[in-house]
């Protein structure tokens, strides 16, 4: 069982920027492929980005490519989501997953592909 934290959220003026922080309880989530996703009211849930066992590859949708960076920090079991040139469309509420099998391919954007998710952390950029 893995139990994923998220925290970081907050409100921000358009432009901003806020770090999200991914923390398991056990074992080292860096183990697994963790993504981000997000769900704004009324709308489905959507990819934002992931990373592989180990930091080895970064994904990232077209909406937030080149604005928001996925990183992790083996030591502390945390994987963190930077994002800067913050827009009123990033406002959602955030969460970590982590998968226990393969995601290569299309499979790492697709939420059944994880087994684990966080409680969510809101963001809401301000215009």
């Known amino acids: 069982q893995v139990h994923l934290v998220e925290s970081g959220g907050g409100l921000v003026q358009t432009g901003g920027s806020l770090r999200l922080s991914c923390t398991a309880s056990s074992p080292t989530v860096r183990n697994y492929p963790v993504g981000w996703w997000r769900q704004a009211p009324g709308k489905e849930r959507e990819f934002v980005a992931a990373i592989t066992p180990s930091g080895i590859s970064e994904f990232y949708s077209d909406s937030v490519r080149g604005r928001f960076t996925i990183s992790g920090d083996n030591a502390m079991n945390t994987v963190y989501l930077r994002m800067n040139s913050l827009k009123p469309d990033d406002t959602a509420v955030y969460y970590c997953?982590?998968?226990?099998?393969?995601?290569?391919?299309?499979?790492?954007?697709?939420?059944?592909?994880?087994?684990?998710w966080g409680q969510g952390t809101q963001v809401t950029v301000s215009s």
């Open positions: 997953a982590a998968a226990m099998g393969d995601v290569s391919g299309g499979t790492k954007y697709l939420g059944s592909s994880y087994d684990y």
